[in-house]
């Protein structure tokens, strides 16, 4: 029979974004959301002006 190979196992160049630094900024995406909505709403307003 055939030898079997075997591969090491490895984080396969995987990062983890949320361990490498802390940010000031700590948004929500209901937040996020509610910025863009009100940036359109904003934009509507002064179009029709």
Do not use: C
């Not at 209901?30 to 910025?35: D, L, N």
């Amino acid at each position: 029979m055939a030898e079997e190979i075997r591969i090491p196992a490895s984080g396969g160049g995987l990062i983890r974004y949320g361990d490498e630094y802390e940010t000031k900024f700590k948004l929500k995406p209901a937040h996020v959301v509610a910025i863009i909505i009100a940036t359109i709403a904003f934009e509507l307003f002064l179009r029709l002006l």
